[in-house]
């Protein structure tokens, strides 16, 4: 495009941004046009307004499931065979089922949701993990959450609970894949 209806001061307001601004500082500039920092990334983009809508599926296990919101696929696989070792990647992860006795959900985050990221001996809200693992805003609401009844398993792509994690009395382990669709947004 061009800058018809920018001028010296909304230039110097994004310079002050960038230079001065806490990680979430958002300015509105002419045009439908916003700039937001996030922790070391400037964005400049369209304005939208967007409406999130919280989803929150059952998931069988084993099984397959589309989430439609993300442009994702989630695989369930169980084993009788566990791995104590077995490393977990960011769209991979391996959990005690035995310790599984509410339904599998997956769903987005909600207000005061918490858990045991693995390697703590704490609870921690997703909101102050979300900080600490420097997740920009705008990205917190698409970041699917594997949940057994009100507690969460995975922070897909971040971290596991420390609950659910496998030990040597693990009987059936629950193999969780998640497989992104290349044509989604």
């Not at 917190?140 to 596991?160: A, E, F, K, Q, S």
Request: net charge neutral; aromatic share 10%.
């Amino acid at each position: 495009g061009d800058l018809y209806g920018y001028d010296f001061d909304h230039i110097e307001s994004v310079i002050k941004l960038i230079e001065n601004a806490i990680t979430g500082s958002v300015i509105v500039l002419p045009r439908g046009i916003y700039a937001e920092k996030s922790y070391d990334t400037l964005t400049i983009q369209y304005e939208e307004k967007k409406v999130h809508n919280f989803f929150d599926y059952k998931i069988d296990v084993p099984g397959i499931f589309k989430i439609p919101e993300l442009g994702l696929t989630i695989r369930t696989e169980l084993s009788s065979f566990p791995q104590i070792h077995k490393v977990n990647s960011k769209l991979k992860g391996s959990f005690d089922f035995d310790k599984m006795t509410n339904e599998l959900h997956i769903r987005n985050r909600r207000p005061g949701d918490k858990f045991f990221p693995l390697g703590m001996k704490g609870c921690k809200k997703l909101q102050d993990f979300f900080v600490d693992e420097k997740v920009p805003r705008s990205k917190r609401d698409d970041i699917p959450i594997l949940t057994c009844g009100n507690d969460i398993v995975w922070v897909v792509g971040y971290r596991m609970d420390e609950r659910f994690k496998i030990t040597e009395n693990t009987r059936v382990q629950l193999d969780v894949s998640v497989i992104c669709h290349k044509d989604h947004d």
